[in-house]
């Protein structure tokens, strides 16, 4: 999949996926929760607030919700710009009554993380940056600069200053882990929604193809009767043309031609019904259909196919199923990419299991991430070398994880080493020392029913003229 298509689901757009309603919304419950809180501080506990700044902090916030209401369309979605606006604005509000009700003294100081959470959920790097930074300075300031909550009677409660400097400390450190970690998450997620959903249009491209058997088939019925007008009006041109030879061959050479498209038509159209080949067809034939289109990019492809211990001679007719194609010509294709000279296409066949192994004499995988390969969009730093010999890739890992979802969808297990320590001198590397991709299935996922074994592929029908 091109990086052009993997670009419309970037941060910057799905910062747009968040609608002006949804965060109307989650202020009116912060609106409501703040009155209730000032109310039962007056009301119950008899504090002596700055209740006309308090309710106008409030006050600010509800008018900000009536515009965005009345003004905008109900089916307005924000902008990067405009969503982190929104949640600065609700920090800041947050912050200011915090500041008028004790500040860090104020247990609902914890609050401000909400903001922060949010940012970093659906916003950029940048952005979520530019939040936690305010955040942090917002509740170093509180930390030194507050009103104090006081009693009916006068007195000021506060909590000790080991206690303020632990709950600035808190505060601070939740900032930043809540922000790394709501973020490694959310990026993990739309990772691989991303690379699912890249996944889906490779095999609905693959499908496609597939399908073209039962084109052929609508054709061939739809030209039927095109076709025999011609051959019929033909038929009377060349009876009506006894005196002139030369005009009559050429009206028999166009019945002639028509009978030969009906007939090339009806057996293309026969072939996306008839034959088994469509749907089954050796191991070896899968494998090399899977690595045809990469045979001709300077490197050396060799099959090599055998029965494992146990396993009877005759290779076994597997299921031509678009992902088990797809999946292999992209572990091929990474091969190709990496090889020097060689690729080695190992197909191995047992009573119980069916292995195909993928091996190259390249530099292997990098050890740091053979634990990682198979997660989409895995990016690894490539040196000058790198991009001179290989400019055109990219590495975002994309096409083995691909690979890896759609044979595991038809029941493999993927595995993936190096064939040798690609840190050891070249002289005691052996020759199939590069990356290895190890396909196996449990035979009765494949394989063909047993009770076709030995049927024909196809129906092979006279051509009547």
């Known amino acids: ?80 710009t405009e969503n982190m606006l929104m949640v600065l604005f609700d920090l800041l509000q947050l912050c200011f009554l915090l500041y008028l ?19 970093a959920a659906v916003l950029t790097l940048r952005s979520t940056i530019i939040l936690g930074l305010t955040a942090f300075m917002l509740v170093s300031g509180m930390v030194f600069y507050h009103l104090p909550l006081r ?39 739309h990772s691989m929604s991303d690379a699912l959903a890249a996944t889906q249009m490779a095999l609905a491209r693959a499908q496609k193809l597939n399908d073209l058997g039962g084109v052929v088939a609508a054709a061939a019925h739809e030209l039927g009767t095109p076709l025999a007008t011609i051959k019929l009006t033909s038929s009377e041109l060349a009876e009506e ?48 259909e899977a690595a045809e289109p990469h045979e001709g990019r300077g490197k050396d492809i060799i099959i090599e196919d055998g029965p494992g211990p146990g396993g009877e001679y005759a290779q076994p007719q597997i299921l031509r199923r678009p992902e088990i194609i797809h999946g292999l010509r992209n572990l091929v294709q990474n091969a190709v990419d990496f090889a020097r000279a060689n690729i080695w296409i190992e197909a191995v066949w047992t009573d119980d299991l069916i292995s195909v192994r993928i091996l190259d004499d390249g530099p292997g995988f990098p050890p740091h991430l053979i634990g990682r390969i198979g997660d989409p969009f ?34 493999a297990e ?43 592929l196809g129906e092979n029908r006279p051509i009547v003229a």
């Open 414 to 456: 993927l595995s993936f080493a190096n064939g040798s320590d690609p840190f050891l001198p070249s002289a005691e590397q052996s020759e199939r020392r590069g990356a290895i991709v190890e396909v196996v299935w449990p035979r009765s996922k494949i394989v063909r029913d047993t009770d076709l074994t030995g049927t024909a």
């Open 241 to 288: 043309l006894d005196d002139r030879p030369d005009l009559r061959e050429d009206a028999q050479l166009i019945r002639e031609q028509a009978d030969r498209c009906r007939d090339i038509l009806r057996s293309m159209g026969r072939a996306g019904k008839d034959d088994l080949h469509m749907r089954h067809a050796p191991l070896v034939e899968v494998i090399r």
């Open 1 to 80: 999949m091109a990086n052009s298509d993997l670009g419309i689901l970037s941060e910057h757009r799905r910062s747009n996926w968040i609608r002006l309603r949804t965060m109307i919304l989650l202020r009116w419950f912060a609106i409501v929760g703040q009155l209730v809180a000032l109310t039962v501080a007056q009301r119950m506990y008899n504090l002596q607030l700055e209740l006309g700044l308090c309710y106008l902090a409030v006050g600010v916030s509800v008018i900000g919700n009536l515009i965005a209401i009345f003004v905008f369309p109900e089916n307005k979605r924000l902008s990067e």
């Open 151 to 189: 009693t009916e009677q006068g007195f000021i409660l506060r909590i000790p200053d080991v206690f303020v400097f632990g709950q600035w400390a808190a505060i601070t450190i939740a900032i930043v882990f809540i922000s790394i970690y709501a973020r490694r998450i959310t990026r993990e997620m």
């Open 378 to 411: 895995v990016r690894n730093r490539r040196n000058e070398s790198d991009r001179r010999a290989r400019p055109e890739y990219e590495g975002m890992g994309l096409g083995l994880f691909i690979a890896k979802t759609l044979l595991e969808r038809s029941g």
């Open 101 to 119: 009700t004790g500040g860090l003294h104020n247990p609902f100081s914890l609050l401000v993380l909400g903001p922060v959470t949010v940012s």
